[in-house]
């Protein structure tokens, strides 16, 4: 690339399970940035530490919750929701959906069961991923996929598969 042409975006830095290669890529990432391209990337806040040391002179943003205002305004952008504003009103009479609904995931996550389902809120986290997993399940015809050795694994499995994968989101 021609220096300063470059404009990329790695998200999910924390989700490469090799750790000597995300070392090699932030190396690269320095040089690329040096060379006066833009790089963006992304990773949990948790997960920022075993990179710091790689990342001084990067400016790093700390994106926070998302506000009332936001999420009102996220969920009035949601497509195919009947009533927004009656979801923000259940959203924040309950106190435990309240707090979760601050990270993006888990609002969209609300507003597509919302959007799909129409039917009573969770109680808590978990109860909210297992309606959204078991939803999406319902969707899959897991015959039509390819499989190792043409073994489908059973719905139960899947869903296993996918709260486990979904409790490391946030």
Known sequence: NA??????????????????????????????????????LTCRTRSLGAYKSKLTGFDILRITGLDFAEQRLFVDKYPALQDPH???????????????????????????????????????????????????????????LDWPDNAAPSKYVLRRVLARASLLLR
């Open 3 to 40: 220096a300063g042409s470059l404009f990329l975006v790695l998200d999910g830095l924390d989700e490469v399970s090799d750790s000597s290669f995300t070392l090699n890529l932030l190396d690269e990432v320095r040089r690329w940035a040096g060379q006066g391209n833009v790089v963006l």
């Open 86 to 144: 009656k979801l923000v009103e259940a959203l924040h009479d309950q106190p435990t959906m309240r707090q979760l609904v601050s990270y993006p995931f888990l609002l969209d996550v609300v507003c597509y069961l919302a959007a799909n389902e129409h039917g009573k809120l969770p109680e808590c986290r978990n109860e909210l991923i297992e309606q959204a997993i078991n939803h999406l399940l319902g969707k899959v015809d897991s015959t039509q």
